[in-house]
């Protein structure tokens, strides 16, 4: 675990921004999140209402596992709790199946401990498979399901 890194995600950073875009726009990726910032045109006023947001409670993270680029994570907080936070996703796909998304999101998890969040919140596609893996071997209890998306809880604190 020792080998894993954060690094923000700087939104005029162009070369953060093109692995950002291997990632996000890769089919395997993209099935799991659809309608969000689904094309090319959508990501770049993407990027441009985040390049203006100074103070959001939206935090958007590369991971760096041995000096790659593996994956990318965000944490979205909870305007009416400020204890609570949201947590989204993806490992680049050369990466997927060799355990590191496990490793990614329980590194992380430590972190997020040191913090005064006390809850983390993650929704999967049903279809998902791997993703419902990874939480459920950190710790995550799922607390419901409807058609098409798995709701996550985990306590912090």
């Known amino acids: ?15 953060q921004i093109q692995l950002f875009s291997d990632i996000w726009f890769n089919p395997e990726t993209r099935k799991y999140f659809p309608g969000f910032v689904d094309t090319k045109i959508a990501f ?22 041995q000096n790659h680029y593996i994956g990318w994570l965000n944490i979205t907080g909870h305007h009416s709790l400020k204890m609570s936070v949201e947590l989204m996703y993806a490992l ?16 992380f998890l430590e972190e997020l401990k040191k913090s005064t969040l006390q809850h983390v919140e ?9 993703s419902q893996k990874i939480l459920t071997y950190n710790h995550f209890q799922q607390a419901y399901e409807d058609d098409v998306t798995f709701y996550f809880w985990k306590t912090l604190k």
Not at 122 to 130: L, R
């Open 1 to 15: 675990m020792e080998n894993f890194q954060y690094q923000h995600f700087d939104f005029t950073n162009k070369h």
């Open 44 to 65: 770049e006023r993407y990027l441009q209402v985040m390049e203006n947001k100074q103070n959001i409670d939206r935090r958007d993270y590369f991971t760096i596992y």
């Open 92 to 107: 680049h796909p050369h990466f997927r199946g060799r355990n590191l998304g496990n490793d990614m999101i329980r590194f």
């Open 122 to 130: 993650a929704y999967v596609d049903i279809e998902n498979k791997a």
